[in-house]
């Protein structure tokens, strides 16, 4: 099984940036592909990227947001710029044996860490 765990969250200015990291450890984890997932307050939880042997963003967050791993393949980052208060949410990583956009293909997730952007 996989273990995962997000940092790296915090409060920063609608324009400013943050970047999260995913942490992960298990006998297989080289062989998942490790996705991000963010729930904002009221809303279910949506994509916003994988990485694996590609990488794919949600359209809300391309060209703003960049995903990349260690040369281990452990850990995976996911550096934010240009935040926007609607990019306020719980940031989730997740491991799955996919490439997915949708969650339910995702079969390990860390605890979650929270990123507010304020206007």
């Known amino acids: 099984q996989v273990q995962l765990v997000e940092s790296g969250g915090g409060l920063v200015q609608a324009g400013g940036s943050l970047r999260l990291s995913c942490a992960a450890s298990?006998?297989?984890?080289?062989?998942?592909?490790l996705g991000w997932f963010r729930q904002a307050p009221g809303k279910e939880r949506e994509f916003v990227a994988w990485?694996?042997?590609?990488?794919t963003y949600a359209d809300s967050v391309k060209g703003r947001f960049t995903v990349s791993r260690d040369n281990a393949g452990n850990t995976m980052y996911l550096a934010m710029n240009r935040l926007k208060p609607e990019d306020t949410g719980v940031y989730y990583c997740?491991?799955?044996?996919?490439?997915?956009?949708?969650?339910?293909?995702?079969?390990?997730w860390g605890q979650g860490t929270q990123v507010t952007v304020s206007s």
């Open positions: 990485s694996g042997g590609s990488i």
């Open positions: 997740a491991a799955g044996l996919r490439g997915s956009t949708v969650a339910a293909y995702y079969n390990y």
């Open positions: 298990g006998r297989t984890y080289s062989s998942y592909v």
